[in-house]
């Protein structure tokens, strides 16, 4: 079998078209232009390029992008002032504070004084349980992204035995929510699953999100399963000349679209989506806000 590759690329741009309608009725019918705060501490290259993005995509489909970029030994009570200000002005409907901070922040101290109804990243204590127990509020965007993709591959995810591997509060921990609200059975598998190969040959959907390049291998996958790669790991790439870079995601693609039904692609598959999400999110928090 030769998988489907999974165009998270094109989704995102549809899912962004929608996204820009909605953001114009919004602004024509009520007067609202929502509004995104992202926040970035320090220069970490990988995060610079996520932020430019996030900044860019926000423009595109014609919400208001405030960028904040603080040098990487902006103490801790000065991040917090900003979330305040930023909690309390009316122009900003989201807050992103781009992760990781540098060790001397406490990340955790940050999230919570993110205002829950700007928490477009569902980071916060109330929107975690809000998603736990299936009430309306932000969910987060990279789970939210590979649910979108699944929903739009399988159709009805009842039933389905889906493999988590990794147990992140960012990807893990809320995709092992949103799969069991679609009434998957799901089993959340870390770096100290036992057998973990046996584990995921039983999945019909596999998440991969463990930050280790090409870790899962063709054989571990069930033949017709789904994949949905969440790694995006730089290894070196000698074949490209000397000192060059390729970007993998956590399972060997090659050999697991041998035998997989679908999967997505690193580059190309679940990261435009999570940007796409971010957008989405920041609609739902403009108009929750705004009654
Ligand atoms: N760093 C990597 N992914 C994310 C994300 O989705 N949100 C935030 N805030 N930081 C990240």
Aim: aromatic share 2%.
């Amino acid at each position: 079998m030769t998988a489907k590759i999974i165009d998270g690329k094109q989704f995102a741009e549809n899912l962004r078209g929608r996204i820009a309608e909605h953001v114009a009725r919004l602004k024509a019918e009520h007067g609202i232009t929502p509004g995104l705060a992202v926040v970035i501490v320090g220069e970490d290259p990988a995060s610079q390029v996520y932020v430019a993005n996030k900044a860019r995509q926000t423009a595109e489909v014609g919400m208001a992008s405030f960028k904040h970029e603080l040098p990487a030994d902006t103490s801790e009570a000065d991040l917090l002032t900003l979330v305040h200000r930023l909690n309390a002005d009316p122009a900003v409907h989201g807050i992103l504070v781009q992760m990781p901070l540098p060790k001397h922040i406490d990340a955790n101290k940050i999230i919570e004084a993110i205002y829950p109804a700007k928490d477009v990243d569902c980071f916060t204590p109330a929107n975690v349980g809000k998603v736990q127990i299936g009430l309306p509020g932000p969910v987060s965007c990279t789970p939210l992204g590979c649910l979108m993709l699944l929903r739009a591959e399988l159709g009805s995810l009842e039933g389905k035995h889906a493999v988590i591997v990794g147990r992140s509060n960012l990807v893990g921990k809320p995709m092992a929510q949103l799969l069991l609200r679609d009434n998957c059975t799901v089993t959340v598998a870390h770096s100290r699953t036992q057998n973990l190969p046996d584990v995921i040959r039983q999945a019909d959907i596999v998440v991969a999100a463990v930050g280790r390049p090409q870790m899962i291998k063709g054989d571990w996958i069930k033949p017709g399963a789904a994949v949905i790669d969440v790694g995006i790991n730089r290894i070196a790439a000698p074949e490209k000349g000397e000192g060059k870079t390729r970007l993998v995601g956590d399972v060997d693609t090659a050999a697991a679209s041998e035998v997989a039904g679908a999967i997505t692609p690193v580059p190309g598959g679940v990261g435009p989506m999570t940007i796409a999400c971010l957008l989405a999110n920041t609609v739902t928090t403009a108009s929750l806000i705004n009654g």
